[in-house]
C-alpha cells in the first residue's frame, strides 16, 4: 500500500469523522446564533441519543428477530430523535430560558451542570460501563479505489449529506428558516414582525438535538461502543468545528467540521512520521484543541464569519 | 472640664463590631484546631476528608482570584493543581533517578527536594503556565474563554498521560508513586508525633499543615481583594472598557489574575503530592475543575468568606453522604441503589443548575454596595420628603 493510498484512506476517514462533527457542530452553531449559548450539553444530548437508540434496538430485536439490520437501525435512530428532541425542549424551557437576560456566566454554569445531570442520569440508567453496540449494517469491507471503507461509514457521509442538504433548504426556503433567521437577527423586531420568538427558539433547539441525535447513533456504529461519557470530546470537537466555520454561520459549520475530520484523520495518520516517533496518534484529541486555540487567537470570527472587533 | 481628645474608639458601634469580629475569629480558630481531634476519634478517614477539605479551600481561593474577582471563566484550573503536584512528585520521589541515568548519577542519593524549596518552586511552575494560558486568550471573553481554557485543561492531562514514550517524563496512566512526605526540620509528616503530651496522627499533622496553609492563602487574597491590584481585577470584571479608559493595564491585570491563581493551585497541587504519596493523570480531570467552581459559585463568587463556606461544603458533604445514605439505601432497599459517588456527581449537576436559577449570587454572597454600611443592612434610604410634610410625587 503506498503513501498515496493511505493519503486516499485517511482522507476517506476523515469525511467521515467531519461529517459527524459537521452534524454536531450545526446544533452549536444554531443556538449559539440565536440565543448567544453555547450549548455545554449539546454533546450529551448526543450520548442520550446513542444510548436510547441502543436500547431501542435491543428491545426491537428481541420482539420482532426477524427485522434487517437497516431496520433496526432506522427504528434505533427514530426512537433517539424522539427522545433527544423532547430532552432538548425540557432543558431549554427549565434551564435556559429564565435565565435568558441574566450576566453571562450564569447560562454557562447552568449549562455545565446540566450536562453533569445528564451523565450522572445516563449512569444510572445504562450504567457505567462501555456497551458493545451490534454491527447492524453489513461489515464487509468495501473496496473504492485503494481505500477500504465499511457500509456503516458509507451510510454516515451520505445520511449526513443528505440531512445537511435539508437543513439548508429549511433555513432558506422555508417559514421557519425564515423565523429564525429573523430571531438571529434581532429578536424584537423579528417579534414585531409576528413571530414568536420562544417558539422558534424551541424549534433550533429541537433541531439541533435531532441532528445530535443522529450523529449520535452513527458516531456509536463506526466505533460499536456507546457509554455515559461518550459525548464529551465529540462535543467539544464539533464546537472547534463550528468556531473554525464561523460560529452562528450554517454553512460554516458545516465546512468546519469536514474541515476538522480531515486536519484530525490526516494529522492522526501521519504525526508518528512527522514528529519522528516523538507524539503518537494517541495525541489525536489534541489537534482539535490546537486548531481551537489557534482560530480564537488567529481568526476569531471563523473562516466563513464575519469580522468582529471584539469577540464577546 | 470635658476631654480635649476623644478616645480612639469615640463610635460605640464600630468597637463592637470589631470585638464582635475577634471574638468570631478566636471561635473558628479554636474549632479549626480543635476538629481533627474530634473527627480522629470518629475515624482516620475524617481526617483525611478535612486535609482534603482544606486543599480545596486553597484551590478554590485560587480560583476565585481568576474567575470571582477578575470574572475570567477558567474551566481548565485543575492543569495547574495537576503541575504543582507532579513538579513534587518529579523532585521528591525515585521516579527521575529510576528512569534517567544521569540524573541518578547527579543525585546518588536520590532526588529528596525539601519542602521549602519544592513549594515554591511549584508555585512558580505553575505561575509560568498560567501565564502561559493567559497570554494568548487575553482577548477572550465568556463562553470562549470558558472552552479554551477548558481544552487546555484537557491538553496538559493528555500529556501527562502520554509522556512516557519516547523518553519517560510522567509515567503516563501509571502516575508516580513512592513521593516523599513533608519533612520539616526532622520531623516527618508520615509518622505520629507526640505534640505536648498529645498523639498526633500522619494525617492529623497534614491536616494542621494545609490549615495553617488555606488561613494563609485567605489573609493573602482578603489582602489582594483591598488592593489596587484586586480593585482593578473587579473593574475589568465589571466592564473591561471604562477600566481601560481609567488607565488601567488590562494586559497586565489579567495575566496576574491567571498568575497568582495558578499559584494557589500550584501549592495546593504540591502539597496533595506529598499527602497522597502518589499522582496520576485521572486525579486531574475535567470533572475536578468543574467540582472546584461549583464550590466557588455555590459558596459566593468574588467573596472569600463564602467560597471558603463553599469549599468546606462541597468536599465534606460527599464524605458524610458516603457515610449516611449507603448504610440508609442498605435497610430502605436492601441493596445500593445509587452508587454514593454518582449521586455526589448527580447532587453538584443539581446544585448548579438550582443555584444559577435561584440564588446566581451564592449561598453567601458579597453584600452588595451601600448596603453593609447602614444601620438596617439592606433597608432602603427613607423617603426625602416624610420631614417636609409630604407632597405627592
Not at chain 1, 461519557?229 to 464546537?239: D, V
Request: net charge positive; glycine share 12%; proline share 6%.
Amino acid at each position: 500500500m503506498g503513501s498515496f493510498d493511505t493519503f486516499l484512506q485517511q482522507v476517506f476517514n476523515g469525511l467521515v469523522l467531519g461529517s459527524l462533527y459537521a452534524l454536531i457542530a450545526l446544533g452549536y452553531t444554531m443556538v449559539y446564533g440565536i440565543v448567544n449559548l453555547i450549548n455545554f450539553a449539546h454533546g450529551d444530548v448526543l450520548m442520550v441519543g446513542a444510548l436510547t437508540a441502543l436500547s431501542a434496538i435491543t428491545l426491537a430485536h428481541a420482539t420482532a428477530p426477524g427485522l434487517p439490520g437497516w431496520a433496526l437501525m432506522i427504528v434505533g435512530m427514530a426512537a433517539a430523535i424522539v427522545v433527544c428532541i423532547l430532552l432538548s425542549l425540557l432543558i431549554e424551557r427549565v434551564a435556559y430560558r429564565p435565565l435568558r437576560n441574566a450576566p453571562r456566566l450564569a447560562p454557562l454554569i447552568t449549562a455545565i451542570g446540566v450536562s453533569i445531570l445528564l451523565q450522572t442520569v445516563s449512569m444510572l440508567i445504562w450504567g457505567r460501563n462501555h456497551l458493545t453496540y451490534p454491527q447492524l449494517l453489513p461489515a464487509d469491507p468495501i473496496a473504492i479505489g485503494p481505500a477500504t471503507v465499511t457500509a456503516t461509514k458509507l451510510a454516515v457521509i451520505a445520511l449526513s449529506g443528505i440531512i445537511m442538504f435539508g437543513l439548508l433548504v429549511l433555513v432558506q426556503r422555508t417559514r421557519l428558516g425564515r423565523a429564525m433567521r429573523a430571531t438571529a437577527e434581532n429578536p424584537r423586531v423579528a417579534g414585531l414582525m409576528g413571530v414568536n420568538p420562544n417558539a422558534v427558539i424551541a424549534a433550533t433547539f429541537a433541531i439541533g438535538a435531532a441532528l445530535a441525535a443522529v450523529a449520535g447513533v452513527m458516531y456509536a456504529a463506526v466505533y460499536s461502543v456507546a457509554h455515559f461519557y461518550m459525548g464529551f470530546i465529540p462535543g467539544l470537537k464539533a464546537f472547534t468545528a463550528a468556531v473554525l466555520g464561523g460560529i452562528g454561520n450554517i454553512p460554516g459549520a458545516m465546512l468546519g467540521g469536514i474541515l476538522l475530520g480531515l486536519i484530525e484523520a490526516l494529522g492522526a495518520g501521519y504525526i508518528d512520521q512527522l514528529s519522528g516517533g516523538v507524539f503518537g496518534s494517541n495525541y489525536q484529541d489534541v489537534f482539535a484543541f490546537i486548531v481551537l486555540c489557534a482560530v480564537l487567537i488567529l481568526r476569531p470570527s471563523g473562516l466563513l464569519g464575519e469580522r468582529v472587533a471584539d469577540r464577546a | 472640664m470635658t476631654p480635649v481628645r476623644a478616645p480612639a474608639t469615640a463610635d460605640p458601634q464600630s468597637a463592637a463590631a470589631r470585638r464582635r469580629a475577634l471574638l468570631t475569629g478566636l471561635a473558628i480558630t479554636a474549632v479549626v484546631l480543635v476538629l481533627p481531634l474530634a473527627a480522629g476519634w470518629l475515624g482516620t478517614a475524617w481526617v483525611r476528608a478535612l486535609a482534603f477539605a482544606a486543599l480545596y479551600v486553597m484551590l478554590a481561593l485560587g480560583l476565585n482570584i481568576v474567575v470571582g474577582f477578575a470574572g475570567l471563566l477558567d474551566l481548565g484550573y485543575i492543569a495547574f493543581y495537576a503541575v504543582g503536584a507532579y513538579t513534587f512528585a518529579l523532585l521528591a520521589s525515585p521516579h527521575l533517578t529510576d528512569n534517567f541515568p544521569a540524573i541518578a548519577l547527579a543525585f546518588p542519593g536520590g532526588l529528596h527536594v525539601p519542602i521549602w524549596v519544592a513549594i515554591p518552586l511549584g508555585a512558580t511552575i505553575a505561575a509560568g503556565f498560567g501565564v502561559l494560558l493567559g497570554a494568548p486568550v487575553l482577548k477572550l471573553r465568556g463562553d470562549y474563554l470558558a472552552i479554551v481554557t477548558l481544552g487546555f485543561g484537557e491538553i496538559i492531562r493528555i500529556f501527562l498521560n502520554n509522556l512516557n514514550r519516547p523518553l519517560n517524563f510522567t509515567n503516563g496512566p501509571q502516575g508516580i508513586n513512592l513521593i516523599d512526605p513533608v519533612r520539616i526540620g526532622i520531623v516527618s509528616f508520615d509518622r505520629p508525633l507526640d505534640v505536648l503530651g498529645v498523639q498526633l496522627t500522619s494525617p492529623q499533622l497534614y491536616y494542621y499543615l494545609f490549615a495553617a496553609l488555606a488561613a494563609l492563602s485567605a489573609l493573602v487574597c482578603a489582602r489582594l481583594q483591598d488592593s489596587r491590584l484586586g480593585r482593578a481585577w473587579m473593574a475589568i470584571r465589571e466592564d473591561e472598557t471604562a477600566a481601560k479608559a481609567m488607565g488601567i493595564n488590562v494586559r497586565n491585570v489579567k495575566l496576574l489574575a491567571f498568575g497568582l491563581g495558578a499559584t494557589f493551585g500550584g501549592v495546593a497541587g504540591a502539597m496533595f503530592g506529598a499527602f497522597q504519596g502518589f499522582v496520576s493523570p485521572e486525579s486531574f480531570s475535567l470533572m475536578e475543575s468543574v467540582i472546584v467552581l461549583s464550590m466557588i459559585v455555590l459558596g459566593g463568587l468574588g467573596h472569600i468568606p463564602g467560597v471558603i463556606f463553599g469549599a468546606v461544603l462541597l468536599s465534606v458533604f460527599p464524605e458524610v453522604l458516603r457515610h449516611t445514605v449507603g448504610p440508609l439505601q442498605e435497610q430502605i432497599f436492601g441493596r445500593i441503589v445509587i452508587d454514593t459517588e454518582v449521586l455526589r456527581m448527580l447532587l453538584y449537576g443539581i446544585a448548579l443548575v438550582v443555584i444559577m436559577l435561584y440564588r446566581p449570587r451564592g449561598l453567601w454572597p458579597a453584600p452588595l454596595h451601600g448596603t453593609a454600611r447602614a444601620p438596617g443592612g439592606g433597608d432602603a434610604p427613607p423617603p426625602a420628603n416624610r420631614a417636609a410634610g409630604g407632597v405627592e410625587p
